[in-house]
């Protein structure tokens, strides 16, 4: 990239980062420090703010760069993730979005521990959410990565770490600082950014072809060395069964997963009431549903303009294709190329930051409202559950930063995909069971959490991503197990199973009481904090 690209794309970012930090720094002192400030933002904002929010959390660099990048890549079979993405928003409407907000008062483990021994139940559903959390941090790091290794021509390893390791400092001021509130607003302002690039950039592609969609996806075809095979199913995923596998795996982990992430999940607390976070579930559906919309048009474009050769030259997983997209729509070489590059280049970074500040608020609430609490003897000095939810961002911070060096190179849809996969095995099964299961016991409920949670990291760890191929993390050595990339296939049921399990086998009477009052909550919201 010229000096032009780089100076251009680091201003307008630059620009992004001066105003959040004010937001940040304006919340920080409006605020009074209250844990519900700091985890809800006070719940004081409205279907629509809390909707853009929810979006804005949503469409991550996985969204962004690397579905965008598996399509131009795969073609029909990178559309997966777009489906899997949006059809979980149905999941989560019908199923979480009321119930959870009713039931809970921060986190997943309120809800479970509303009828269970709290101190087992609130370490297990901790422990997992802080895991989920991290993974998807790493997700966001790597697309850092990427975009400064584009932005600088590919040959700065030194500045890559840099970057990475300064979008871990950015979200962990903007969650110490601010809390729920800053973040919230950084959201929406990212939310509306990206919306208006993708749409831009929906419409220069459109414009490019003449309207004629026939015509783009021929091109993409021809373009991408698979000919009409790039339009079919199978490139991917149809190889063998193996692949077969894989691509339902993938699925379930993507349409279920979303109804286990914590971030997720903690934004139905931000809304007064249980209607307020329904209508704002509707709200972001409109607005992801759009937005994948244009990224399957942006990911056909990318094979038919950009090709590629030049996408896997800049970036062998293809989390660069938007950039070079827009880089060519603009005008190769020109003012205009120039201008364009920057801003999409700008708001991915935006991207990142939001959602990263969004997972670390999350995770750093688990950490502090559900291990700390649990585990904090009670002689000890009770510091302010804020307090430690502002360490713990720091912590997590630092994890995420070095996960995120390690796996520099894989696609970040992909890695996302990783993280779905082990929200859905540990986090939906003890969730659903909790809401709606009469005689669902404690144990029951701990088994659930790590009868999925153990089981899809072990999986993770013994298949292809880690060893036994050259795509691998470690590629030098070979202790793959386990076929498929993603562990959902497997490790989702088992999380059902473990739980249904541990509560047949327990000797413990399920409280009758308990799970009356929580199920009138979670219908009626009476009761409801």
């Not at 088992?494 to 086998?505: H, N, S």
Request: charged share 10%; proline share 3%.
């Amino acid at each position: 990239m010229t000096g032009n690209h780089q100076t251009l794309a680091l201003l307008l970012f630059s620009g992004f980062v001066a105003v959040t930090l004010g937001i940040t720094t304006w919340v920080s002192r409006n605020r009074h420090g209250s844990a519900e400030e700091f985890y809800a933002g006070g719940r004081l904002f409205s279907p629509m703010e809390n909707g853009f929010a929810i979006a804005g959390d949503y469409m991550s660099a996985a969204s962004f760069l690397g579905v965008t990048g598996l399509i131009a890549l795969y073609g029909y079979d990178g559309m997966l993730y777009v489906v899997g993405f949006f059809v979980a928003w149905i999941v989560v409407l019908l199923l979480v979005a009321e119930l959870v907000r009713n039931c809970g008062r921060f986190t997943l483990a309120d809800v479970v521990a509303a009828r269970m021994s709290e101190r087992p139940v609130r370490i297990a559903a901790g422990t997992s959410s802080v895991t989920v959390s991290v993974l998807y941090l790493v997700a966001q790091m790597v697309g850092a990565g990427s975009l400064v290794s584009l932005l600088l021509g590919g040959t700065s390893t030194a500045a890559r770490v840099w970057t990475v390791i300064g979008v871990g400092a950015l979200m962990v001021i903007y969650v110490s600082l601010g809390g729920m509130r800053a973040t919230t607003w950084i959201q929406i302002v990212k939310a509306v950014l990206l919306l208006s690039t993708t749409v831009a950039l929906t419409v220069l592609v459109l414009l490019r072809f003449h309207g004629n969609v026939d015509q783009l996806l021929l091109s993409a075809a021809d373009r991408s060395g698979h000919g009409l095979a790039f339009l079919a199913p199978g490139l991917k995923y149809g190889g063998d069964w193996t692949a077969r596998f894989d691509f339902i795996s993938l699925g379930l982990a993507l349409v279920l997963g979303t109804a286990g992430l914590p971030h997720i999940l903690s934004r139905f607390y931000t809304v007064p009431t249980a209607r307020a976070a329904r209508r704002s579930v509707i709200w972001s559906i409109g607005l992801v549903g759009g937005f994948y919309l244009m990224t399957i048009v942006l990911g056909f474009a990318a094979a038919a303009i950009v090709g590629p050769e030049a996408m896997r030259k800049s970036n062998a997983a293809g989390n660069t294709a938007v950039p070079l997209l827009a880089l060519d729509l603009g005008g190769a070489n020109s003012t205009g190329g120039t201008v364009l590059f920057a801003i999409v280049a700008a708001v991915a970074f935006a991207t990142i930051l939001a959602v990263v500040a969004g997972i670390t608020l999350a995770s750093s609430a688990s950490v502090a409202h559900d291990l700390y609490a649990s585990l904090r003897r009670p002689r000890a000095k009770p510091y302010s559950e804020v307090a430690v939810a502002r360490t713990a961002a720091v912590g997590i911070g630092v994890v995420a930063i070095a996960l995120g060096l390690l796996a520099r190179d894989l696609n970040v849809a992909f890695l996302v995909g990783l993280a779905f996969a082990v929200a859905a095995s540990a986090n939906l099964p003890v969730l659903l069971y909790s809401l709606f299961w009469r005689g669902f016991t404690t144990r029951g409920a701990v088994w659930a959490v790590y009868g999925g949670l153990i089981p899809a990291l072990g999986l993770v760890l013994l298949s292809p991503v880690v060893s036994g191929s050259p795509d691998s993390l470690f590629p030098g050595v070979d202790f793959q197990f386990f076929p498929l990339q993603n562990p959902g296939l497997v490790s989702i049921p088992l999380g059902f199973l473990a739980g249904w399990l541990g509560t047949v086998t327990s000797t413990e009477v399920p409280d009758e009481a308990k799970h009356a009052e929580t199920e009138v909550r979670a219908l009626t919201g009476a009761g409801a904090v």
